[in-house]
């Protein structure tokens, strides 16, 4: 099984990468603030993977294939205005 995770910002995307590798998931991630050679290791090893879980900023949704992908995932986290809560939407 492949899972694609989007998130909003490099931020987010590695927040949520870490909470997945706390629950001892097999799991990548692909940020703007990640070198090119970094995430183009990274995208070929999904490709060839089973069982991975990529957590992505918008680096990967711009013309990459990644084929076979099972479950695609968007997270984002939304603050409300004038108050200390905020939001996680799937």
């Known amino acids: 099984m492949q899972v694609l995770v989007f998130c909003t910002t490099a931020m987010v995307t590695r927040l949520v990468a870490d909470l997945l590798g706390e629950l001892n998931l097999n799991v990548r991630e692909i940020h703007s603030r990640k070198p090119q050679s970094y995430r183009t ?15 992505t900023s918008d680096v990967s949704a711009r013309g990459v294939d ?11 986290f939304l603050a409300i205005n004038g108050s200390n809560q905020t939001v996680f939407m799937l």
């Open 66 to 76: 990644y084929p076979d992908v099972t479950l695609v995932i968007q997270v984002m």
């Open 41 to 55: 290791r990274v995208s070929d090893e999904f490709r060839k993977s089973k069982g991975l879980i990529l957590v």
